[in-house]
């Protein structure tokens, strides 16, 4: 039917509103149940897995800011509340039930770095070329990109039921990566509408990066370009699998990094070594290793010493209360005495409510020294320009090795039992209790 078809019929404005009318009518119920939008990664993935993690009402943590809730109870010993790992580190943390621990930390812990491609200024004047011209990868953190905070990680792990289903089999696990990223003009107006339709009022538009959890192999590595290079971590160089051609150039637009950005892999052959306030090689029955986690495997925070902490730190509009997970535990204590773990030197886990039947036992080799890093909110990826730093540094620098320096939380390393020979492994979960093994003195040694 052409315009001179449709002239015909010689509609009034009234006919044209009612037309109008019937098919939004129509075309509303159909947008709603089927939206004109794109599948997401996690889509597909539904098919064949199951995400990781426990979140909203179902989360361990809904009520970590009540003091009452988490304060000791008579006869009771301190229990696990919460367990978090970091697939990415200074990305956002995934919640859990329960976990594997391994030598290096629990499970899917830190397994994935950003770094950032730096050039060697300011150097010597008598500085060959070739040392003026060396660049090196070097990590970055919240410290520096406090936007790393709003990088979501989801976790998914094959489901065994689904597999069956579709008749196959895989023991791969994915993490997808979600940043926020909205263009400018029609573009992002569409992609804004399309997130809204697809998740709710609340959605705003998001590039995702999927990711293979495993190491690649020799042959996967050579195929998709990737490449091994050194890369800095605190005072620590080490080789580590380079998977930059991964990266969309809108994560650095996003994060404010100038630099050439990259991601690197921890190359589970070439894991760091840990020693400093760690157990030796003789006391554990093993080296101490970790991979991209600052500095020992495990990290424990207790939340009665949170609330004592945060009871002295000044308020404000930026800063209502004061989320554990800004201090990026691995661990998460209920129902312990505030900055009794800081006098712990080995504890077990027992199974109390869990549905575990085995213990676990750690190694509680030092007091965390905190950098400013808890400053940044982990809603939102707004750094606050004090606290709770501040604070950390009047109040609660505790020990002698690291004068002026605040410290709240506390450094593992696993222990395992020597009949595990090399399969060491454990398990852990939300509803174990603590028994603590061995007290005494805590004195931080330097990197």
């Known amino acids: 039917m052409d315009l001179s078809s449709l002239s015909n019929l010689h509609l009034d404005a009234g006919s044209v509103f009612l037309l109008a009318i019937t098919i939004c009518a129509f075309l509303i119920p159909v947008v709603v149940i089927l939206p004109p939008v794109g599948l997401q990664k996690g889509d597909a993935l539904l098919q064949t897995h199951t995400k990781a993690g426990v979140e909203g009402a179902r989360s361990h943590l809904k009520d970590q800011f009540s003091a009452e809730a988490h304060a000791p109870a008579d006869g009771k010993p301190p229990k696990v509340q919460s367990l978090v790992v970091y697939p990415v580190k200074s990305c956002r943390g995934v919640e ?20 950032q491609l730096k050039s060697p200024f300011p150097v010597a004047v008598d500085s060959t070329d070739e040392e003026k011209s060396k660049h090196r990868w070097e990590f970055v953190t919240q410290r520096q ?21 579709q008749s196959m089999k895989s023991d791969e696990a994915f993490l ?15 992609a804004t509408v399309a997130a809204k339709l697809a998740r709710g009022r609340a959605a705003e538009p998001e590039i995702e990066i999927l990711l293979p959890v495993d190491f690649p192999s020799a042959a996967e590595i050579k195929e998709r ?12 160089t080490i080789n580590a699998l380079n998977m930059e051609r991964e990266l969309p150039e809108e994560l650095r637009r996003y994060l404010g990094i100038s630099n050439k950005l990259a991601l690197f892999r921890v190359d589970p052959d070439q894991l760091r070594e840990v020693y400093r306030c760690a157990p030796s090689e003789e006391e554990a029955g093993y080296q101490p290793v970790t991979g991209f986690q600052d500095a020992y495997p495990l990290h424990l925070m207790n939340l009665s010493s949170v609330h004592e902490f ?40 027992k199974p109390g409510s869990s549905s575990l039947y085995n213990d676990a036992s750690f190694h509680v080799s030092c007091r965390t020294v905190r950098c400013k890093m808890p400053n940044v ?30 410290c709240l939380g506390m450094q593992l390393t696993p222990l395992f039992d020597p009949s595990l020979g090399e399969d060491r492994a454990a398990w852990i979960a939300v509803g174990m209790t603590v028994e603590v093994e061995e007290r005494g003195n805590h004195v931080y040694v330097k990197q």
């Open 96 to 115: 859990l039930a329960r976990s594997r621990v391994l030598p290096s930390g629990l499970q899917f812990d830190r397994l994935f770095m950003f770094a």
């Open 145 to 165: 990109f406090s936007r790393l905070a709003n990088v979501a990680v989801d976790l998914w792990l094959p489901d065994e039921m689904k597999l069956r289903k």
């Open 176 to 190: 997808i990566l979600r940043f926020p990223w909205k263009e400018d003009g029609w573009r992002g107006l569409f």
């Open 225 to 236: 370009g990737y490449t091994f290079e050194d890369v800095k971590i605190w005072k620590e």
């Open 310 to 349: 945060s009871s002295e730190v000044p308020k404000d509009d930026d800063l209502k209360e004061l989320d554990v997970l800004r201090f990026r535990p691995n661990i998460i204590l209920s129902g312990a005495p505030a900055y009794d773990e800081e006098t712990w030197k080995q504890i077990r886990l």
């Open 377 to 406: 909110d982990q809603e939102n990826g707004l750094r606050h320009p004090r606290e709770p730093d501040k604070s950390l540094r009047a109040k609660r620098a505790v020990d002698k090795g690291a004068p002026l320096m605040g």
